[in-house]
């Protein structure tokens, strides 16, 4: 276990829930720390539930091709800690993460404070410390209550799609769980929105009138064309490349940045717009996997990842697999407890030739394998590991896809066994 790894174990012990949304405590310690979160370039912050991570990937690509240094906090991490934070471009470091987090700890003098929170009171004392014209923050859960949720006047926000998730602490309705992501709109704050459920759009648009923040909403004020792929705004129009993230629901994502992007009077162009829209990466996103676990499957096959793990990431992942009909499909699920297991399997079984229930070791909160057979209503097979259950579906000659989904902790350590 790495010195990072450690730090973030101790941690624990300074509140006793892992989630508690509110803002007091983040608000006492970045005042600690000289209010850092008040010295930062333009920021453009992020919610939803589908998406997020997407859409910042594609701004970040945008703004970088036009030669601008970006800031970017993000979370989960899949592999190594570093990936949350971005300093100017870069990932952080491990010895300026340890030196921050050290400091950040050292101000909090043992204070009642959730991780996420110190983590982001991290992230705020770096990103303060180093020049960049630009910084991109993603809501962790939420938005009106969430750590991020300090910025007092982001340069735009960008809302993506809203679906069921973390019901047990956004509320159990669609109209509930969108307010709180509409937390984030600020007064006279451009907020980019793409498509939604007309229940969502209804309470975001509320907010944002009331808040008198202007809305730049796809199908209003905007909208994304899909052959050829076209962004439009008005009379204006930008013709961008296939984006480099697969899925159909991608070209919603890359609107919503573009739309965002645009919004913050940044004076990025549209060329640097449609590179940056085919060079983004994000991980687990649709991913195909060439590694090692790659290698151990039968020469014609393909091994894909994904981290979606709710209703509304299984209706775009289905909408893509009705692309991938010419050879046979296998899934491997994997699951956090506490998801809706059943609404996500359901959108996926009838595409799967097989379907299995995998748990790794390391994963965060793994789903038991037999919860998630018992979910799919006794279709999934118990797979165990991955490796294992790769190894049983291979026995099979014929070349197939397979499919591995339901979870971005499940994502981090299937990666983790396919490096090169």
Sequence with gaps: MSHIDDFMAGLQTLHPRLIDLSLHRVYELLAKLGHPEQRLPPVIHVAGTNGKGSTCAFLRAMAEVAGMRVHVYTSPHLVRFNERIRVASELVSDAALI??????????????????????????????????????????????????????EPAACAITSISTDHQEFLGEHL???????AGIIKPRTPVAMGSQLPEVCEVLLAHASCAGAPVRLRGRD????????????????????????????????????????????????????????????????????????AAT?????????????????????AHHLRGWQDRPIHILVGMKQGKDSLGFLAQLIPYAVTLWAVAEPGQHEAMQVAAIIAASGGIARPGGRVIQALDAITRQRTPARVLICGSLYLAGEVLKQDWP
């Design 99 to 152: 030196q921050a987090l050290d400091h950040v700890a050292r101000v909090n003098a043992g204070a009642p404070i959730t991780r996420f929170e110190l983590i982001t009171a991290t992230a705020f004392h770096l990103f303060a410390q180093v020049p960049a014209e630009l910084c991109i923050l993603e809501v962790g859960m939420g938005g009106r209550c969430d750590a991020t949720n300090v910025i007092r």
């Design 175 to 181: 109209q509930a769980i969108a307010a709180e992501k």
């Design 222 to 293: 905007w909208d994304v064309t899909v052959s050829p792929l076209r962004y439009c705004e008005g009379r204006a129009f930008i013709d961008l490349p296939a984006p480099s993230l697969p899925g159909t629901h991608q070209a919603d994502n890359a609107g919503i940045a573009i739309a965002a992007l645009r919004a913050a009077g940044l004076g990025v162009g549209d060329r640097a717009i449609a590179a940056g829209i085919g060079l983004a990466e994000w991980p687990a996103r649709l991913q195909r996997l060439q590694g090692r676990l």
């Design 297 to 317: 499957l039968p020469e014609g096959w393909e091994l894909w990842l994904d981290g979606g793990h709710n209703p509304g990431a299984a209706t775009a992942l």
